[in-house]
Structure formats: structure tokens, C-alpha cells
């Protein structure tokens, strides 16, 4: 039975483990067996790259949804509208991971067909780490791109508190086996889930990431629930990004925009959230084929690689470096989750009255 376990200090599981007991978990609130393994298999490869805020910690504010109607365990997302290189697809309220993926495929189809596909979506809800969506293509060979929209947690210059999501994007571009070149970031300067968990675990943060209700820099990150707001990527920069995807993920896909969009983990839960999202995939053998793509981009990367390091450099990253040395290491001596989001799946476990995941 589960234990009151209030830990800050990090627990080890190994990825077997930890995907057995999201599954478990989604099955009991009606997934089919298809999905919650789809969607466990979300969370947790975003858990080995070491994206714990976007992980399986989030899964006991997605199981709570499913219990009261936010979300619909039944649900199955589909398209509404299509052209020959494009889709529309309703989440109908069903998982994100669950609609993502199947968006993502839509684009992949259609760019088989038409060398790019787009999918946009609508009546989804908050997917977690944008790049997993962007792998799928780069898996089979194609560029993909990931984004979406969520509720306003971030400002815009001039503005005192939130007034856009803090609206990610994901681009994996097939490079070396396995480990496509994989950017996946907010718009945000950081994660809003990073000042959370510094709230949680009572940390100030650095300045830069946050203003307060009046619009001025911050070190406390309790102030992002207290009138605050994260500060854009790149100042007007992120702004403008941000922007594009709202237009792209929210405007154009009739999704829930700005201040429409629910919060997957702060409203109601019995409520639909309404996010929307968008995936592109372009067939690079359509467009140049013949393997010419791999060894143009290996140049590219060599030369930014083998770039003059800066004092104290030992050496220069492509994206997703870092997420995929982090993933070799968590499949092969296990996940070291941080105590948040430890206590989280402790949580989850006691909520569903199902054995806790193997935590050491
Ligand atoms: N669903 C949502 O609404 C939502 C909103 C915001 C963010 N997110 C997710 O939050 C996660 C974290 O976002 P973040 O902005 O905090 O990410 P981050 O700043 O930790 O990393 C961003 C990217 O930078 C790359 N990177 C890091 N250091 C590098 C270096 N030295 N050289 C080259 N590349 C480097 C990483 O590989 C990664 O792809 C992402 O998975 C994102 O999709 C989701």
C-alpha cells in the first residue's frame, strides 16, 4: 500500500519500471491498453532525457482530469478537414500524447504523399515536451516540427504580468542513428515548470526568468502565481515567436487561444482545456534525394562542432546532445527523478489505490 513519503532528495527507477506503472496508472482511469502504453512511452522518454518537468510528474494532474471529464479516456481524435498536403484534427477532449502522436502521423502521411505535411489541432489539451512529436518523423527519415499554444504565463515587452503561453517548438532533424538533432524549448527564457520547482522545493531562481505583478524582475518564484510572469525567449524575440505559434497551434486550428485556453494543472479539472497544437513533417528524400541531405548536414554539424571552443570550452553542443547522452545513461542505470516529481507518482499511486512505482 502506498506510503506517506515526503522526500526532496532524488529517487532512482529504472525506465521499465517507471513505464509500467504509468500504464497501470492510465488503464485504471480507462485508457485502452494502446493508449496508456502510448502515452506512458511519451512520459517517460521525456523523463530519460532528463525534462522531468514535462514528464511523468505531470501524469497525476492528467489522471485527476480523466477521473472528473477534463479529459475523456474514450475519446479518439480525428480528422476534420483535410487537403493534400494538410489535415485538421479534433482531439475531442481525448490525452494530448495520444492526439499529438496521431497528428504527427496524419503530417507524416500526408508528406509521404506531397513531400510536407501539416496537421493542426484542436480541443487537445497540454502535450508535456514538444520534441517527442518532433522525433517521430525525424524516426522515419523526415524533418519534424512541434508546437503549441497554452494559457498566458509569460509577458510581453512593455506588459505587466502574463499575456502570452509560454508556447514551445520542436524541431528534430534526422542526423546521427537514433539521435536526431532535437531542439525542443519554450518561448519563455525557462519552462514555467522550472519555477515551480524551485517554488516546491523552495529555491529562488536566477533573475532574468520572471517579473513581478508591476512588471519588474524577480528572484521569488512564487510570484509566477502571484500576478507574475515569466519573461520571453530573447526578449521581443520569443515575443514574435510565440506569437506564430499562437497563430499557427491556436488561431488557425479554431483551438482555444490566449486566455481561452484552461490550465491543464491550476483549473478545474473537470473541465476541457481547449489547447491547440500544429506538426509539420517534410519528406527530405522527396526533396533531395539520393543521401545528399546527410552529408550536407554532416558538414554543417562537423563545422559547428569543430568551431574555436571559448576559454574554459571543452565542447561545443548540437540540440539534443545533452537529452540524448542523458537518456543513454538513465535506460542503461535508471532514472535518478528529482523528489517532486517522485512525490508526485507517490501521490498518483495513493489517488488510484495501485502499488507505487519501485522508487529507490
Ligand atoms: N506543453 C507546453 O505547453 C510546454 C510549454 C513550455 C515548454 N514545454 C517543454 O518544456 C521543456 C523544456 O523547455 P526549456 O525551454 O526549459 O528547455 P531547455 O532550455 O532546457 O533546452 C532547450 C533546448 O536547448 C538545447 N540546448 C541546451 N544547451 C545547449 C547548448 N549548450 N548547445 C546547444 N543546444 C543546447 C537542448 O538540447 C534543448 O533542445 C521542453 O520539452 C518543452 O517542449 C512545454
Known amino acids: 500500500m502506498f506510503r506517506e513519503v515526503i522526500t526532496t532528495a532524488e529517487m532512482r527507477i529504472t525506465a521499465d519500471d517507471l513505464n509500467g506503472f504509468a500504464t497501470e496508472a492510465l488503464r485504471q482511469v480507462g485508457l485502452s491498453?494502446?493508449?496508456?502504453?502510448?502515452?506512458?512511452?511519451?512520459?517517460?522518454?521525456?523523463?530519460?532525457?532528463?525534462?522531468?518537468?514535462?514528464?511523468?510528474?505531470n501524469l497525476r494532474g492528467y489522471v485527476r482530469r480523466l477521473r472528473v471529464g477534463g479529459l475523456l479516456a474514450a475519446s479518439q481524435p480525428h480528422v476534420i478537414r483535410e487537403g493534400p498536403a494538410w489535415a485538421m484534427v479534433d482531439g475531442g477532449s481525448a490525452l494530448a500524447m495520444r492526439t499529438s502522436v496521431f497528428a504527427m502521423r496524419a503530417a507524416m502521411a500526408k508528406a509521404r504523399s506531397a513531400g510536407i505535411g501539416f496537421a493542426g489541432v484542436r480541443n487537445s489539451c497540454h502535450f508535456g515536451a514538444a520534441g517527442y512529436y518532433a522525433k517521430l518523423a525525424a524516426d522515419e527519415g523526415m524533418i519534424g516540427l512541434a508546437m503549441a499554444n497554452d494559457i498566458p504565463s509569460v509577458t510581453v515587452p512593455g506588459a505587466a504580468g502574463p499575456v502570452l503561453g509560454s508556447n514551445p517548438l520542436a524541431y528534430a532533424i534526422p542526423h546521427l542513428p537514433g539521435r536526431p538533432i532535437l531542439l525542443d524549448m519554450a518561448t519563455s527564457t525557462v519552462a514555467g515548470g522550472k519555477v515551480f520547482a524551485a517554488a516546491v522545493c523552495g529555491q529562488a531562481i536566477p533573475s532574468g526568468w520572471l517579473t513581478d505583478e508591476n512588471g519588474q524582475p524577480t528572484t521569488d518564484p512564487n510570484k509566477l502565481t502571484r500576478g507574475g510572469a515569466l519573461t520571453p525567449m530573447a526578449g521581443h524575440k520569443g515575443t514574435g515567436?510565440?506569437?506564430?505559434?499562437?497563430?499557427?497551434?491556436?488561431?488557425?486550428?479554431?483551438?482555444?487561444?490566449?486566455?481561452?485556453?484552461?490550465?491543464w494543472s491550476l483549473h478545474d479539472p473537470s473541465l476541457p482545456t481547449g489547447h491547440g497544437a500544429m506538426f509539420i513533417a517534410i519528406d527530405i528524400k522527396a526533396m533531395l534525394p539520393g543521401g545528399e541531405f546527410q552529408a550536407r548536414l554532416s558538414r554543417v554539424a562537423e563545422e559547428i562542432r569543430a568551431?574555436?571552443?571559448?576559454q574554459g570550452v571543452e565542447r561545443i553542443l548540437l540540440p539534443g546532445d545533452l537529452e540524448w547522452e542523458r537518456r543513454e545513461q538513465a535506460l542503461a542505470e535508471g532514472i535518478n527523478l528529482p523528489g517532486d516529481a517522485a512525490e508526485s507518482l507517490l501521490g498518483l499511486a495513493a489517488d488510484l489505490g495501485i502499488n507505487p512505482p519501485i522508487l529507490r
Open 241 to 263: 515567436l510565440a506569437l506564430l505559434i499562437e497563430t499557427l497551434a491556436g488561431v488557425l486550428t479554431g483551438a482555444a487561444t490566449t486566455w481561452q485556453v484552461v490550465s
Open 307 to 310: 568551431a574555436p571552443k571559448a
Open 33 to 57: 491498453e494502446a493508449d496508456a502504453t502510448l502515452a506512458a512511452d511519451v512520459l517517460v522518454t521525456t523523463d530519460t532525457w532528463g525534462v522531468f518537468t514535462h514528464g511523468t510528474k
